[in-house]
């Protein structure tokens, strides 16, 4: 393990540009399940509830469930130390992009500044009428569907449901990403959602090294990973932290000791 982050940190030292591509796992250490695995909110939930057609037709029903995934409880979730070192990482300009599949906005409130949705945020809300985009936190959800205090119309949150389409923002950003990477690092993703799983494999056709951090293997371990170091992406991190950042995270003047501190990881 301790090789395998050396060489890791050696490569990220080495590379002109670095793309962090993100999935569920790593906000799990932040309280959020992933969709998958034993614990995965599709053990609870009916992944219907989130298919475009079906939300149109049933918008009370499908907002009831959604409120209850990621309204009840997501609002409370903090960035943990992936989403920390990762910031830190942009700063001292290790990190050129990250390319995300959660809609958590984690990565945003632990400093990334070059964050690119592929499925939107679940922070924000949309009319489907008028286009109108809300914060989430100034939509009351006490009468379920909510509606738009403009026009009237049906508000979806602006994450991108099953059957919808990938932001052309998102899109552009990740085919780019691919391929200007020198290495590209995935963090807790199985690599089972479709178009997003194809970014690594296209910047690994481009000339990428691959970097994947996960607690278990996924589509990526054993076919396109360089180095696979298995485990908690948080600890990870912090761990891959000491070696780029040459001062340990215990005697780091510049802020990251301090937001971990704070974040209570
Ligand atoms: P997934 O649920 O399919 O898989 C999660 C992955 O994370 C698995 O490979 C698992 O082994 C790994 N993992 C679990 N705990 C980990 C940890 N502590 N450290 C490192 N890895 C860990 O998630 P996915 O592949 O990202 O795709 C599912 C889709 O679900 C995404 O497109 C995303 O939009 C959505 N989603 C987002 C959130 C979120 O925003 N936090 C949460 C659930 C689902």
Same mark, same amino acid.
């Given at each position: 393990m301790e090789d395998k $982050? %050396? %060489? *890791?940190a050696d490569l990220l030292l080495k590379s002109r540009f670095t793309t962090a591509f993100t999935g *569920?796992? $790593?906000s799990v250490e932040s309280g959020i399940p992933p969709f998958r695995g034993n614990d995965g909110l599709w053990s609870k939930y009916d992944p219907r509830s989130l298919e475009i057609s079906w939300f149109m037709q049933h918008p009370q029903e499908a907002w009831t469930i959604i409120k209850e995934?990621?309204?009840d409880f997501f609002e409370e979730a903090k960035p943990n130390k992936a989403h920390l070192v990762l910031a830190e990482m942009e700063q001292r300009a290790l990190l050129g992009r990250i390319i995300t599949q959660n809609i958590d906005n984690l990565? #945003? !409130? *632990?400093g990334s500044k070059e964050v690119y949705e592929f499925h939107g945020n679940s922070k924000r809300i949309i009319c489907l009428g008028c286009h109108r985009v809300y914060p *989430? %936190?100034?939509?009351s959800l006490a009468h379920l569907p909510p509606t738009c205090r403009e026009c009237g119309g049906l508000l979806k949150p602006d994450f991108v449901f099953f059957g919808e389409s990938i932001p052309q923002t998102a899109l552009g950003a990740s085919y780019e990403a691919a391929s200007l990477s020198d290495v590209l690092i995935i963090i807790g993703t199985t690599g089972e959602v479709m178009p997003a799983n #194809? $970014?690594?494999?296209m910047a690994k056709s481009a000339g990428s090294k691959i970097i994947e951090i996960?607690? !278990? #293997?996924s589509n990526y371990t054993g076919s396109i990973a360089d180095i696979f170091i298995q485990g908690k992406a948080g600890g990870i991190m912090e761990k891959l932290a000491i070696e780029l950042f040459t001062t340990s995270l215990d005697n780091d003047q510049d802020g990251i000791n301090q937001d971990l501190e704070i974040h209570g990881q």
């Amino acid at each position: 393990m301790e090789d395998k $982050i %050396k %060489k *890791a940190a050696d490569l990220l030292l080495k590379s002109r540009f670095t793309t962090a591509f993100t999935g *569920a796992g $790593i906000s799990v250490e932040s309280g959020i399940p992933p969709f998958r695995g034993n614990d995965g909110l599709w053990s609870k939930y009916d992944p219907r509830s989130l298919e475009i057609s079906w939300f149109m037709q049933h918008p009370q029903e499908a907002w009831t469930i959604i409120k209850e995934i990621f309204y009840d409880f997501f609002e409370e979730a903090k960035p943990n130390k992936a989403h920390l070192v990762l910031a830190e990482m942009e700063q001292r300009a290790l990190l050129g992009r990250i390319i995300t599949q959660n809609i958590d906005n984690l990565h #945003q !409130e *632990a400093g990334s500044k070059e964050v690119y949705e592929f499925h939107g945020n679940s922070k924000r809300i949309i009319c489907l009428g008028c286009h109108r985009v809300y914060p *989430a %936190k100034d939509i009351s959800l006490a009468h379920l569907p909510p509606t738009c205090r403009e026009c009237g119309g049906l508000l979806k949150p602006d994450f991108v449901f099953f059957g919808e389409s990938i932001p052309q923002t998102a899109l552009g950003a990740s085919y780019e990403a691919a391929s200007l990477s020198d290495v590209l690092i995935i963090i807790g993703t199985t690599g089972e959602v479709m178009p997003a799983n #194809q $970014i690594p494999f296209m910047a690994k056709s481009a000339g990428s090294k691959i970097i994947e951090i996960n607690t !278990e #293997q996924s589509n990526y371990t054993g076919s396109i990973a360089d180095i696979f170091i298995q485990g908690k992406a948080g600890g990870i991190m912090e761990k891959l932290a000491i070696e780029l950042f040459t001062t340990s995270l215990d005697n780091d003047q510049d802020g990251i000791n301090q937001d971990l501190e704070i974040h209570g990881q």
